[in-house]
């Protein structure tokens, strides 16, 4: 994938985040512009493909989004390095849109941007990949696990699915008054990928990231010291 407005001369700002994926760093350019990096070099050598895989996922998600002003911009991914935009705000676990029917209504219609542009995220059960930007909008980053593809087929829709049913519970938790007769059905609504992820997926992902990588999903925190 070619370099896109590739930054130079980076300066180390903040490290955001540590884990066997690698450092996510908030770095300035030369020109005093600020931009997250993911710097692969930090993960260990028998999980590098993995985090490669990860980031390269990523920087196809990105690619294809585009412009989108809502989700970061791809700077650039020479295998090493993945570059992309920084978006101000605070995740969704640290400014909770209690009772804004207005920040989910705005939720539900970034998802279908995202999703017309071929592109389901895949993980958004998680609070720290919903931002709520500075001026109070919704917006998504952490792109690792996204799936790209034509957003018309059986399978893109039915991830689109399980997308909005992860927003339908966020909003369950802190705006559930405000959830429609319809919405409810789709919660109710437990899908075979669901079921079969809870039964055979989840117990995997849990033993590894939890008794090999000593790893709590902690909001993305990393690994316990």
Known sequence: ???????GQPQLVET??????GRILLVRDRQGDVFVRRDLRAS??????????????????LQRLGDQPAAPRLLNWDGIHL????????????RPPRGDVAWFHAARRL????????????DLAKEANWLVSEDGSPALVDFQLASCGDPRTP?????????????????????????????????????????????????????????LLRWEDNEGQGPKP
Not at 1 to 7: D, E, I, L
Not at 111 to 122: A, D, E, T
Not at 181 to 186: D, K
């Open 111 to 122: 998802l279908q941007q995202v999703h017309r542009r071929g592109v389901v995220h895949n």
């Open 155 to 211: 399978w893109m829709r039915l991830l689109a699915r399980e997308d909005l049913r992860h927003l339908l519970k966020h909003k369950r938790m802190y705006c559930p008054q405000a959830l429609t007769p319809v919405e409810r059905r789709l919660l109710r609504r437990r899908s075979w990928l669901r079921e079969t992820w809870f039964r055979t997926g989840k117990p995997v992902y849990r033993f590894v990231t939890r008794r």
């Open 44 to 61: 260990p050598w028998w999980l590098r493909w993995l985090a490669r895989y990860l980031a390269r996922r990523e920087a196809r998600a």
């Open 16 to 21: 955001l985040k540590a884990d066997s994926f």
């Open 1 to 7: 994938m070619s370099t896109v407005n590739a930054p």
């Open 83 to 94: 570059d992309r935009s920084f978006l101000p705000g605070a995740a969704l676990y640290q």
